[in-house]
């Protein structure tokens, strides 16, 4: 590991919680937008669907980050 990825992981690690606090903050917040645009929405199945939302933008990146996309951010 050279120090740049070595400094590159220790802020990533600095940063964990956030950056899953953020997730978890998106998820939330369109979650209660759903319930003010869809007041009878079922909350299960419209936590479900956004998960499966997340989870397809999420592989999106993933594949962009594997083609090197981001290389040079």
């Known amino acids: 590991m050279n120090t740049t990825t070595s400094a590159t ?3 990533l690690d600095n940063r964990r919680n956030e950056v899953r606090g953020d997730l978890e903050s ?3 917040s369109n ?3 759903t319930d003010w645009n869809v007041p009878e929405a079922d ?3 419209a936590a479900e ?3 499966n939302i997340l989870q397809e933008k999420l592989d999106e990146i993933k ?3 594997q083609s090197g996309r981001y ?3």
């Open 9 to 11: 992981q220790k802020d």
């Open 71 to 73: 290389k040079n951010y």
């Open 49 to 51: 669907i956004l998960i």
């Open 43 to 45: 909350d299960q199945n």
């Open 26 to 28: 998106l998820f939330k």
């Open 31 to 33: 979650l209660k937008i």
């Open 63 to 65: 594949k962009d980050v």
